[in-house]
């Protein structure tokens, strides 16, 4: 069936180093691309998402790069900070209405 | 206040009793979802509603129901709950004239059944 996958659950990434989270689809046909991020004790928090017919979506601090040739969608983090820290999922909506579906999820780790 | 409201937070229950899971937005949000996250996993939709309605099934409803009281509230029931339904409960709301950044999560209700 259709999914939504990510490479890497982990990811440690110094303070001020840019960080890059990876995220593999398979539905070719879902209209949106979006990223979350989910702090400890929180619901998912909207951060960019990025339309199929796109290619790079740029947000502060963050951009968002789709390659559809190989589904491949990821989260770059300019100069990550200790507030980056949280498990970042990817979705695709739906056209149907709105439905997400997610991926696993990678954890950030931002070290001092 | 929160626009996206989950009550209780957290909740303990045994295997075989019913529990409800209860969630209200002020977001005038026509739409709303209940998903269900595992351990290392994202979320998994269980049920939605674009209104009142009108109830939908998601990927994962067997084992759950729920009731579209009011356009502001969305409860999901556990009939008789089993332990492999422990997971973290996300209430979400959206209204497609917003685009997919209007999508509002609630906070979690985290579940244990034992």
């Known amino acids: 069936g259709e999914s939504v996958g990510l490479h890497l659950p982990t990811l440690s990434v110094q303070e001020g180093d840019n960080s890059i989270i990876n995220c593999a689809y398979s539905n070719s046909a879902s209209d949106y691309f979006i990223w979350y991020k989910q702090e400890s004790g929180k619901g998912p928090q909207f951060i960019i998402d990025i339309r199929s017919n796109m290619d790079k979506r740029q947000g502060q601090r963050v951009t968002v790069l789709l390659n559809k040739t190989v589904k491949h969608l990821s989260l770059q983090i300019a100069a990550t900070q200790p507030g980056d820290s949280a498990v970042y999922f990817c979705?695709?909506?739906?056209?149907?209405?709105?439905?997400?579906?997610f991926g696993g999820g990678t954890r950030l780790m931002v070290k001092p | 206040d929160a626009d996206v409201t989950q009550t209780p937070r957290n909740r303990i229950t045994k295997t075989g009793k019913r529990i409800m899971l209860e969630c209200s937005q002020t977001k005038g949000h026509d739409r709303m979802y209940w998903y269900r996250q595992d351990p290392g996993l994202g979320l998994r939709l269980i049920y939605y509603s674009f209104d009142v309605k009108d109830i939908n099934k998601g990927e994962i409803s067997d084992g759950y129901s729920v009731s579209r009281q009011a356009q502001a509230k969305f409860s999901l029931s556990l009939e008789s709950a089993i332990p492999n339904q422990t997971a973290l409960y996300f209430c979400a709301t959206s209204d497609p004239r917003q685009g997919i950044s209007g999508y509002t999560f609630g906070s979690g209700t985290r579940l244990t059944v034992v």
């Open positions: 979705a695709e909506n739906n056209n149907a209405g709105n439905m997400l579906t």
